[in-house]
């Protein structure tokens, strides 16, 4: 992966590790990750990501997480119960220089608990395709009230997610056997 740096935050571009094909770990392609932040930055959603807070679930790699910070989010949290995953996620992060805007959770993004602080106004979703854990992780992230107000929620996948209540859908985009789905989250922060 290849991340252009952020011009407000100094970041120097850096060439950032490919996934682990023995621990499953496939990053989102630099094609639809590209695809991702064009339809985000360009789809009349204002700039979602400048000094955003941005929640990166099922992170694995952190790409769409470190490529958000590249492009003037605030901090990302990053959430991944998985051990090669966490550890090539902390090398990206290392490579990036980005130990200061980010935090690594090790965390079932299926079962958060509460979140502590303010909530994420860009949610980012990668599980495993096919298995409904990213409909278990956002009523989760609801539940647990980890979304601001009118949360962007970006979610990969192979079909059409079922969203929850207080979670409209925005758009959707296919590329090649990923489906790309943005949503917003209700005004109350998606239902709670």
Do not use: C
């Not at 590209?34 to 400048?50: D, K, M, R, S, W």
């Not at 807070?53 to 590249?70: I, K, M, N, Q, Y």
């Not at 278990?136 to 996948?157: F, K, Q, R, Y």
């Not at 059409?160 to 005004?187: C, F, H, K, N």
């Amino acid at each position: 992966m290849r991340i252009i740096s952020g011009k407000s935050r100094g970041l120097q571009l850096a060439d950032v590790g490919a996934g682990d094909p023995a621990a499953h770990l496939r990053p989102t392609t630099d094609r639809v990750r590209e695809a991702i932040f064009n339809l985000i930055l360009n789809g009349g959603y204002g700039n979602p990501v400048q000094d955003a807070r941005v929640l990166d679930l099922f992170a694995g790699t952190g790409a769409l997480g470190l490529e958000a910070l590249s492009r003037g989010a605030a901090r990302v949290a990053f959430v991944d119960d998985g051990t090669a995953a966490r550890a090539l996620l902390r090398r990206n992060i290392e490579k990036m220089r980005a130990m200061g805007v980010t935090d690594v959770w090790r965390r079932d993004a299926t079962r958060l608990g509460p979140n502590r602080g303010p909530g994420y106004g860009l949610v980012f979703l990668d599980p495993p395709y096919g298995m409904g854990l990213g409909e278990a992780a956002m009523d989760s992230a609801i539940a647990g009230g980890w979304l601001a107000p009118g949360a962007l929620i970006v979610w990969e996948e192979s079909q059409p997610p079922a969203l929850p209540s207080g979670i409209e859908l925005l758009d959707q985009r296919r590329y090649g056997d990923t489906l790309v789905t943005l949503a917003r989250a209700s005004e109350d922060g998606g239902g709670r």
